[in-house]
């Protein structure tokens, strides 16, 4: 009996805990090409944004297609977050710069926030995702 009251006090939580994300569209504009991956990662906090998606709260990665994709992220709770996208184009998972540290691979942030001789920083692209907002537009360069 202890178990079937544990299994669903477990459900109950976790239905409560799916109610309480929303699904968000990434539109990503400026496609290039239809080689390798775009990567749409949301961080929330300040650490590893844009670069290091390992740092990330979710990623989604989809193959690429030249010109304007949507991109589902799907529960994500509602909070205040960054998204930064990334055209792999090798699939290689690394965001590949040149030699002097500059990016060779299309990159963009939420807030259209750019970089200042550096990445873009996570105040500049903070955003809120609700149950209100839910679309999110990014172009890549």
């Known amino acids: 009996m202890k178990k ?3 299994i669903a006090i477990s459900l109950c939580a976790i239905y409560t805990a799916q109610s309480q994300t929303v699904n968000i569209t990434v539109t990503v504009s400026n496609v290039k090409s239809n080689k390798g991956v775009i990567k749409v990662c949301i961080f929330n906090k300040e650490t590893g944004f844009p670069e290091k998606t390992n740092l ?5 990665k989809v193959a690429a297609a030249k010109g304007v994709m949507q991109i589902k992220v799907e529960g994500i709770a509602p909070g205040n977050y960054a998204i930064a996208v990334h055209h792999d184009t090798n699939n290689d998972g690394i965001f590949n710069t040149n ?3 500059i990016p060779i691979e299309a990159s963009g942030a939420s807030n259209g926030a ?12 903070v955003i809120v995702i609700d149950k ?6 990014i172009s890549i360069e």
Not at 56 to 60: A, F, L, N, P
């Open 56 to 60: 990330s709260i979710k990623c989604v």
């Open 4 to 6: 079937l009251i544990l």
């Open 99 to 101: 030699f002097f540290g």
């Open 132 to 137: 209100n907002k839910t679309q999110v537009a």
């Open 114 to 125: 750019k970089g200042k001789m550096g990445p873009p920083k996570y105040s500049d692209a």
